[in-house]
């Protein structure tokens, strides 16, 4: 059976058959634009599993080499929380690289119902995916879907997801001191971020409605 298969897909690589890429779409009406809401500056927002694979301990170590620039930056972390084998919770882990500088800049939410995500995802001012690993994600999608300016990694999926430059930044999610510099260059240049967060509102609408 393996030799038909392999044989099969020889058979449609080498032929005229084209190809369409079907990716995952969001609600655009429930994830929508919201500019006109007053968004609290300075602040960042990670959406996900909290887990080692999600890239959110590099986030936080990235918190410090933030601050120094922007002494109120805030990031909030809505998700649920993952298990080690041996049953030990990863937040409990994250919290070990909370240094004390910057634990008052921390909020560890925890999981919420999506419905209310667009309201957070309003109010905040930059939306932050540092993940090591994705297939296609929702939460993505639906950060760039309400216009919001985004960080995220250049990994598989980042470079299909999100134009860098153009849409978002993408960043070396192993990185924090590389987190932390693409994240100062949003805060420091508002205007420039709110131009790339309109094109991704604009090409969201486009590829992934």
């Not at 909370?98 to 560890?108: G, L």
């Not at 939410?109 to 993940?131: E, M, N, R």
């Not at 849409?167 to 999610?173: A, K, V």
Request: charged share 25%; net charge positive; glycine share 6%.
């Amino acid at each position: 059976m393996s030799n038909y298969v392999g044989n099969q897909t020889q058979k449609y690589l080498n032929s005229n058959f084209k190809f369409t890429t079907i990716y995952n779409t969001i609600d655009s009406e429930k994830f929508k634009d919201n500019s006109e809401v007053e968004y609290q500056k300075n602040t960042l927002l990670f959406v996900g599993t909290i887990c080692e694979k999600k890239g959110v301990r590099q986030l936080v170590q990235a918190l410090p080499i933030i601050k120094k620039q922007f002494p109120d930056v805030v990031l909030n972390i809505i998700g649920r929380d993952w298990k080690f084998p041996d049953g030990k919770s990863y937040i409990k882990y994250l919290k070990t690289f909370i240094t004390e500088d910057v634990e008052n800049n921390v909020n560890i939410i925890g999981p919420v119902p999506h419905k209310v995500i667009p309201k957070y995802l309003a109010k905040t001012d930059i939306c932050v995916y540092p993940s090591h690993m994705e297939a296609m994600p929702i939460a993505w999608l639906e950060g760039l879907s309400m216009g919001k300016k985004v960080v995220a990694s250049k990994i598989g999926p980042g470079f299909e997801l999100v134009k860098d430059n153009e849409t978002g930044l993408l960043i070396d999610p192993y990185a924090p001191e590389d987190i932390a510099k693409k994240i100062i260059q949003v805060l420091a240049n508002p205007k420039e971020a709110e131009t790339r967060a309109v094109n991704a509102r604009v090409d969201i609408l486009k590829r992934f409605n």
